[in-house]
């Protein structure tokens, strides 16, 4: 039972690293069930300049973790 994920950044010109970095955290966020709420420039789910995920969302990613793509990348 294979299990395949593509995670896909996008890259504009005239991005630094740090952006193109933070894009693909986002997108290795909806592979946790991460969801698009959160403050826009703060949570690292909303907008384009957030960089943290607050306990609550991280707890709730390590629950569907645990539940679901454990079984499934093991």
Request: with cysteine; hydrophobic share 30%.
């Amino acid at each position: 039972n294979n299990e395949t994920f593509i995670v896909r950044a996008h890259y504009f010109r005239g991005w630094k690293c740090s952006e193109s970095m933070r894009t693909l955290a986002h997108e290795f966020g909806h592979i946790f069930h991460l969801p698009h709420k959160g403050t826009k420039g703060k949570d690292l789910m909303v907008g384009t300049s957030g960089q943290i995920i607050t306990k609550k969302i991280a707890t709730a990613s390590r629950k569907y973790y645990n539940k679901y793509l454990k079984k499934k990348l093991n």
